[in-house]
């Protein structure tokens, strides 16, 4: 049974706790109902093992009162006060409910000794965890928490229990199994080796250069704050020694700590500082201010008629509305910027203090609020950073928000393809390969100048999320000044996972950061530059895992979350995450852009549940979405492993949504035989793709169901919410706002419908099973290649290379509001057939996007394909963006009369086009006549840009 008590099955938490929790209590009524099963209590009371150790709650005491019980056969008062226990962690009624801490021989004395802040108070103070690593034995941790205890105040904002461990691995341990956890203060003189076997966490640390050689290290303390700064950054790490402190203090190593105490000085300090500590996190600036602000009488006479409510509670007519929503929200409406307020257009006040603090949080140097989603954060990252001609390396798969920006900026978008999945019509995620081929091929032209920008989405709506440090390395390696845009709009909540975070764009960049600032960075580089020789073959250095000049990189790293899509904020609540070292030089353009984009009138509460969705997740992000994926995990187990609904349904794992040849370590799924934390942290670190474990892709097909009708069904049938389709399948998401109740309602829900259909097919006979058999094949096996993009036509690209296939769309996009230089042709019908065989070419006048699967397949001044007819005749769907299904396909016309443009805007005559200058200062040509496309391609000058935009010459 030793195997069974390791204290590193990480993945088994907190969920797991709770259930071995209810097996003890089920063997224990067993017992108290006068079986002889004291053998199996026992045996479920070890099951329990050491984890205990690593929480507060129950503690010593009322684990000593349990075994009391199970030695002195007490089988009655053993399940009464594990039942107690139980239901207690289960409902964490033990954070604000003093008795819960009490042995029935307690008095309310105790009671009062255990939590004397909760007592005779009616607001609920929150309640956190300080684990204490020291040296010392069981008597000397029950004489610090009770000292501990001692300090506590009745003004005191929070409360909170010591968790005391006396080893390196055990506070290791703790920090990752209890998201209670909010604090740590190391005594030092603690062991480094645990009691309990744990060799998946010795493989762990061992991995970060750390192991039991370390244990007469005297700075084990320091080592050990860095480890657990490593895998849980937001915590509060306080160092108790008795050795010269200044010294510890001044240590680069210490700045892992927030502050370094003298071992023998008033410990009421150390409880100062903690909750101070606590208070920095849990102050939420413009969400405060706006409380405040909402108790005031104030008088408005500007125009928000529905500020302070009367217009609503006075009505005969909408009064139910005030009554749906409460008082507070009108009080708190308002377009004023004074006060107490701040300006989301130019935050000088608690809007700035509140994004300064998102920036700490999300580990970024800035962070902007987004009051109209992700959308339009994207929009402002484009205009901000891309100058028309520039061209930027763009994932075709993406967010039709990026096609727009570059429209809108007049990028000239350089498509690069994702790795088809086509038997469920999806596409994955872009390989490094094709990203370095395109960046190789603009230097070979001398081109790499006019590369601006990489362009991707991490994780892929499907859950592809990117090596991001080794993309952005491989990089900087062959253009030192790359900016970097990564679109993590469902992404943003793993920053709080350990295992997530280093591939997020701030902790892969962060990590880059560090890398540079190593002795060693600079002489890794050297002698991959002496083995490449003076010039490598392009394929030589495709084979290569590239090493970046360190004196050279620039970091500058652009991340666009949607906090409403992973965390408690409401919906259009988005972030742009920066750390770009050039940010100086872009600042002013990037205030332009947030004036062109956002509103004048932001809504105070969209800004209120971005300054509160940080708080929540600073203080118990890491436990949400430990949570999440617990969620995630738990759906995937009962899908594939239940009888009847793995015969129908599936939740594909990584052997099928990601080829083996990303897959170098061998990862299969989350739940796969010798699965660990080990073995995924490995994933993670070395595989070129691997999955969120939130994001569950439900094969439908093979139960007769395309995507769109099984989400109906769901909907309809079983409130049960889901978010994208495909052709044969359903994506649902775990997120920070399930419970376990959540998976038995879906779990109930597939159940039943595989019912259904067992009895459609007993009932039905071979007709039914023979029909069935033909839908999952015309579901699962017929279905239609995916379309790679094509090309742009010669048109849109006379400033193009000869390698590179960026094209100039925002001069086709505009070209398009020439209704007479415009034509339909219809999908299907012989002019369609005829153009495509002897043309002329049937160039796209707009995106033509169909959900599912969500991304263009056409693009403006794309040149329409075979491939890409023969895609759209096949799909089944509802719902096409930019198609008309009763005029056709609307194209630009490439012959006849002509009219011509400049920067993007249909002019009168083709002499109307004079020079003008760039928003860059280079000088914009007049734009060359194509005949009957009112927009065309305008030809990039060929003089240098200014110094200042920090391009790299090759």
């Given at each position: ?379 402002m990252v484009h205009q901000a950073l891309i100058a028309p ?469 056409m693009v403006p001044g794309q040149v329409i394909t075979k ?88």
């Amino acid at each position: 049974m030793a195997s069974d008590h390791r204290i590193d099955h990480f993945f088994s938490m907190p969920a797991a706790r709770a259930d071995r929790w209810r097996d003890l209590v089920a063997t224990a009524r067993s017992w108290a109902a006068g079986k002889p099963v004291a053998g199996e209590v026992e045996a479920a009371l070890d099951e329990l093992g050491p984890m205990e150790d690593f929480h507060a709650f129950p503690g010593g005491r009322l684990m000593s009162a349990l075994r009391d019980r199970l030695r002195g056969g007490d089988a009655t008062g053993f399940s009464d006060l594990a039942r107690r226990l139980s239901l207690a962690i289960a409902t964490r009624s033990f954070k604000s409910d003093p008795s819960e801490w009490d042995t029935p021989s307690d008095g309310a004395e105790t009671a009062a000794e255990l939590l004397p802040s909760v007592l005779g108070r009616t607001a609920k103070r929150p309640y956190f965890e300080m684990l204490l690593v020291a040296p010392g034995d069981g008597t000397r941790d029950a004489h610090r928490i009770a000292e501990m205890r001692r300090l506590r105040r009745p003004e005191d904002r929070f409360v909170y229990e010591v968790v005391p461990v006396g080893s390196f691995e055990d506070a290791f341990c703790a920090a990752i199994i209890n998201p209670d956890i909010n604090a740590v203060t190391i005594v030092e003189g603690f062991a480094y080796a645990s009691r309990h076997p744990a060799p998946i966490l010795r493989d762990v640390l061992s991995n970060m250069g750390l192991d039991e050689s370390m244990a007469d290290d005297p700075d084990l303390a320091l080592a050990l704050a860095n480890a657990i700064k490593h895998v849980r950054p937001e915590l509060d790490i306080y160092l108790l020694s008795d050795r010269r402190v200044e010294m510890l203090a001044g240590d680069p190593r210490a700045s892992a700590l927030r502050r370094v105490l003298y071992a023998v000085e008033e410990p009421l300090e150390l409880h100062l500082s903690i909750l101070e500590g606590i208070d920095d996190r849990f102050v939420s600036p413009f969400f405060d201010n706006l409380k405040k602000y909402a108790q005031r009488p104030i008088s408005t006479f500007h125009a928000l008629p529905i500020a302070r409510g009367k217009s609503v509670f006075k009505s005969d007519w909408i009064r139910d509305m005030g009554e749906f929503y409460g008082i507070n929200l009108f009080l708190a409406e308002s377009s004023a910027t004074t006060g107490g307020l701040d300006s989301l257009l130019e935050p000088t006040g608690n809007i700035k203090r509140a994004q300064d603090m998102a920036a700490r949080a999300f580990g970024a140097d800035r962070v902007f609020f987004v009051t109209n989603g992700t959308s339009t954060s994207n929009k402002m990252v484009h205009q901000a950073l891309i100058a028309p001609g520039d061209i930027v390396i763009l994932d075709r798969n993406c967010h039709k928000s990026h096609h727009y920006g570059l429209v809108l900026a007049g990028g000239q978008p350089l498509y690069v393809e994702a790795f088809p999945m086509t038997e469920y019509s999806m596409y994955g995620a872009v390989p490094l390969s094709t990203i370095k081929k395109a960046l190789l091929a603009a230097r070979d032209e001398g081109r790499l100048d006019r590369v601006k920008m990489l362009d991707l989405t991490n994780c892929t709506f499907d859950g592809h999320i990117y090596n991001v440090r080794r993309v952005m390395e491989e990089c900087l390696a062959i253009k030192p000044d790359l900016v970097f845009l990564w679109d993590e709009a469902w992404f943003g909540f793993a920053r709080f996972s350990p295992i997530l975070r280093p591939r997020t764009a701030m902790g892969a960049a962060q990590a880059i950061e560090d890398w540079i600032r190593e002795p060693g960075s600079q002489e890794a580089y050297a002698r991959q530059q002496i083995e490449l020789g003076p010039n490598p073959s392009v394929e030589k250095l495709l084979a290569t895992r590239l090493i970046p000049d360190p004196s050279k990189v620039r970091i500058r790293v652009y991340q666009t979350n949607s906090t409403h899509k992973s965390m408690s904020a409401l919906r259009q609540g988005s972030m742009v995450l920066v750390k770009d070292v050039e940010f100086h030089t872009v600042e002013a353009q990037f205030k332009e852009a947030v004036f062109t984009h956002a509103s004048t009138s932001p809504n105070q509460q969209l800004i209120a549940a971005l300054d509160v969705a940080r708080r929540q997740m600073e203080l118990e992000g890491y436990g949400l979405v430990l949570n999440a994926i617990e969620i995630a995990l738990a759906i995937r187990r009962e899908v594939n492993a239940h009888p009847v609904i793995s015969k129908y349904f599936k939740v594909l794992g990584a052997d099928a949504m990601v080829p083996a040849e990303y897959r170098k370590s061998g990862f299969t799924d989350f739940l796969a035989d010798k699965t660990t934390w080990a073995t995924q942290i490995k994933s993670m670190h070395e595989d070129e793709f691997c999955l969120d474990p939130t994001r569950l892709t439900l094969v439908c097909g093979t139960a007769g169901f395309d995507g769109t009708q099984f989400k109906a069904l769901l909907t309809d049938r079983y409130n049960i919410q889901l978010n994208k389709t495909s052709r044969n399948s359903v994506l649902l998401q775990s997120n920070i706002n399930n419970t376990r109740s959540d998976i038995a309602h879906l779990i109930r829900a597939l159940l039943e419908i595989c019912e259904g259909i067992e009895d459609q097919l007993a009932e039905g006979g071979d007709g039914a099973r023979q029909a069935l058999a033909a839908r999952v094949k015309a579901l699962m096996t017929d279905v239609p290649d995916l379309p790679n993009f094509s090309h742009f036509h010669a048109a849109y690209r006379k400033d193009a290379g000869k390698l590179t296939p960026e094209g100039d769309m925002r001069s086709a996009f505009y070209g398009a509001y020439d209704m007479a230089g415009t034509e339909y042709v219809p999908l299907i019908g012989p002019e369609c057939d005829r153009r495509l065989k002897e043309g002329p070419d049937m160039v796209s006048a707009n995106f033509v996007i169909p959900y599912p699967p969500g991304f263009p397949i056409m693009v403006p001044g794309q040149v329409i394909t075979k491939e890409t007819i023969d895609f759209m005749r096949k799909l089944d769907v509802k719902e096409i963006h930019g198609y008309e299904k009763a005029r056709g396909l609307k194209l630009i016309k490439m012959a006849g009369a002509t009219r011509s443009a400049t920067a993007g805007k249909p002019a009168a005559t083709p002499k109307s086009a004079t020079a003008a200058k760039r928003p860059n200062g280079r000088t914009e040509r007049p734009a060359k006549v194509i005949p009957v496309v009112a927009a065309a391609a305008t030809p990039r000058a060929k003089a240098r840009r200014p110094a200042a935009r920090n391009r790299t010459t090759h």
